[in-house]
């Protein structure tokens, strides 16, 4: 049999990196696009031996695709989880260039990600976009990231439509709060923005969620498996929401 093959982009920390372990764990190989290969070898090393490799890119160098990709002839699951999120209200005075940089890294990049791999994707293959409760959502100071992630699902139904004649599916995720080094930096802001702390923002969070916690990444990671699988193959165009009950839309 066949072994299957995965590009999981931002694979070295938070949602990438628990689907990396989780899908080498699944006997998939898997290849780890990043930033810093030590800090990735280090974040994925209780990964099976000889299951990832590591493909350095920074995904908004929107020029080096081609060359990043060039020795990867097959690939069976498209996971794009790499995306930055900034605040930047209406009057700041950076508002401009966090649109910019957010659209670059969290919509251009998936885009660019998908024209370039479409074409080695077999037939039955996958295709998955880390997108948001935000993508669903609005919350002050987060227009760019919320519109990003708006933007994706846009993708990811028009992808499903396309790839859809050779069996590929094309699905985004769309977690509420993990417990991920971003979500945890996302808390330090919001501490500083009302006068705060970071574990007061964090119980804030959680008492808007109906379970009462932060969804966990290996939990996403689970989620990403299932959409991958077989008994998955007629899901597809969908935005699977994995909140704690936060939010349903």
């Known amino acids: 049999m066949e072994k299957r093959v995965a590009v999981v982009t931002g694979a070295s920390s938070g949602i990438g990196r628990a689907i990396a372990l989780r899908l080498a764990s699944e006997g998939w190989f898997v290849h780890a696009v990043v930033r810093d290969v030590q800090k990735a070898k280090a974040a994925l090393s209780e990964c099976p031996a000889g299951s990832v490799d590591f493909i350095v890119l920074d995904v908004g160098d929107l020029d080096a695709y081609d060359t990043a990709f060039s020795k990867l002839q097959r690939v069976h699951a498209v996971i794009a989880s790499a995306g930055i999120c900034k605040q930047a209200a209406l009057s700041d005075d950076f508002a401009d260039d966090v649109w ?3 659209m670059r890294i969290n919509v251009d990049a ?5 024209r370039t791999l479409h074409a080695r994707i077999p037939e039955g293959g996958r295709g998955i976009v880390i997108s948001s409760g935000l993508g669903k959502l609005g919350r002050p100071a987060y227009g760019a990231y919320a519109a990003s992630k708006h933007a994706v699902l846009g993708l990811v139904k028009c992808f499903a439509r396309e790839l859809a004649p050779r069996g590929i599916t094309v699905n985004a995720i769309c977690p509420g709060w993990v417990d991920t080094p971003m979500a945890r930096g996302d808390l330090v802001k919001n501490a500083r923005t009302f006068g705060t702390t970071p574990d007061f ?5 959680c008492a808007g969620i109906p379970i ?3 969804v966990q990444p290996e939990e996403v990671a689970a989620l990403c498996a299932f959409l991958l699988s077989e008994q998955a193959a007629a899901i597809t165009g969908e935005a699977c929401n994995i909140s704690g009950g936060e939010f349903f839309a």
């Open 201 to 205: 923002e964090y119980q804030k969070a």
């Open 100 to 102: 910019r940089e957010t």
């Open 110 to 114: 998936v885009w660019r990600l998908f």
């Open 212 to 214: 009462g916690r932060f």
